[in-house]
Structure formats: C-alpha cells, structure tokens
C-alpha cells in the first residue's frame, strides 16, 4: 500500500512539476514574442534604452521571463547587452545590413534548393495563396501587407526544407530582415514588384528546379538589399 501510495505520489509531484514547467516556458515565449515584435516593428526603436520594469508593467510578467526573453533576444543581435550600463535594442547601420545580407543570401539559397526537393504540393498551394493576396496597384500604404505576404512566403519556403536547424536559423535572420523592412516603411515606394517575384520562385520549386528557384531568390534578396541600402544612404533609385 505505502509503495503504490509513493507512486501515486512520485506521480502527482512529476504531473505538477512539469505542468510549473510549462507555465514557465510559456511565459518565457510570450515575453520573447511580444518584445521581439515590439523591436522588430520599431516600437522599441533602434538603439534606445530597455527598460525592464516598463515591460514588466506592461506585459504583465516577472523579472524572470522578461530577462530570459531578452538574453534570447540578444543571441539573435536584436538586443545588445552592456555590462554595468544596461541593455540597448540593436542599432541599423550600413555595414550591418551588407554582412546581414551575405549571410542569408547563402542560406536562403541553401534553403530554396533543398525546398525544392523536399517540398509538398501543399507547401506550394499554401504559397499559391498567400501570393493570390497580393494587393494590385503601387500604392505605399499596401506595404505593411506586402511584407506580411513576402514573411509568409519566406516561412512556407523554410518549413518545406524539412531541417529544424536551418529553419531556426532562418527565421531568426528573417526577423532582422524584417526591421529593415519597417525601418523603410515610410521612406520607400511600392514594394509590390520585389514581393511578385516570389511567383517565378514558385514556379521553380513546383518544377523541382532548384538552380532556377536559387538564382531567382538571389536576385529577390539583391533587389531588397539594393532597395534598403539606397534608403539608408539617401540615393534616389531610378525604376
């Protein structure tokens, strides 16, 4: 009796230890989640001061997962850490977004060209849709949907690389991809024509044709590239 009482017990603490457990990571990934959009969306702005007990205020969480969530947060160089002066959000400068953009055009080609073996027809219905809400015409004011449809395409191309390292990865360099794109929200035209591109990528991989589809998003991740640095430098683009 005391043994299956010890069980029962062992049991108990086990189911309650894992359920705190779960809390914990729960609340750690809603603080990551929230602060990481609040930087990547430029509500936290580039380079300013973060302050942690304006979080915690607002996000209704401990010290805990909020200094948890921006450790992660600085491994993925959207929050910087100074000892004995604070913590920072990332700053945008030139040379950052030349070095961040050598590294993902490899990886994005990497990752296109093993989507392209491994993806499912679904993957491309499922990109076939995204793309199908594209909004029509060149007005600025449809870019804040256009960059939602060009993460989504972006995400559904990782997903069918089938490699969870590379996936993760991936989204982590994206999300740096994507401040410079709310970074240049109101300072560049319609970026409807970059994000169309992503119909001849979709042709490549449905066709199986890797090189087609790397070279295609090369170009795509160049045109961006091309786009953001001649904001940032103040050079007026002919199109």
């Not at 809400?133 to 060009?150: F, H, K, T, V």
Request: hydrophobic share 45%; net charge negative.
């Amino acid at each position: 009796m005391r043994d299956v009482f010890s069980r029962i017990t062992h049991h108990k603490v086990t189911d309650n230890l894992m359920t705190e457990n779960n809390r914990n990571v729960s609340l750690r990934q809603r603080a990551y989640e929230c602060i990481k959009q609040k930087i990547v969306s430029l509500e936290l702005s580039p380079g300013s001061v973060i302050d942690e007990a304006a979080l915690r205020a607002e996000l209704d969480l401990g010290r805990t997962p909020i200094r948890e969530a921006l450790q992660r947060l600085s491994l993925e160089k959207l929050v910087v850490i100074v000892p004995r002066r604070g913590m920072f959000v990332a700053d945008i400068g030139v040379m950052d977004l030349q070095r961040l953009f050598e590294v993902r055009v490899i990886l994005e080609g990497m990752a296109v060209r093993l989507a392209a073996q491994r993806g499912t027809e679904d993957h491309w219905r499922r990109m076939e849709a995204v793309l199908a809400d594209l909004p029509e015409g060149g007005d600025p004011a449809d870019n804040q949907a256009i960059i939602a449809i060009d993460q989504a395409c972006h995400e559904i191309i990782y997903e069918a690389v089938d490699n969870e390292f590379l996936q993760d990865t991936l989204v982590t360099m994206y999300a740096l991809n994507l401040r410079l794109w709310y970074f240049a929200l109101t300072k560049i035209g319609n970026m409807r024509a970059t994000v169309l591109e992503h119909v001849a990528i979709l042709n490549a991989l449905k066709a199986g044709d890797e090189e087609q589809a790397a070279q295609l998003l090369e170009q795509h991740i160049k045109h961006f590239q091309d786009e953001i640095q001649a904001m940032m430098l103040g050079v007026t683009r002919s199109s």
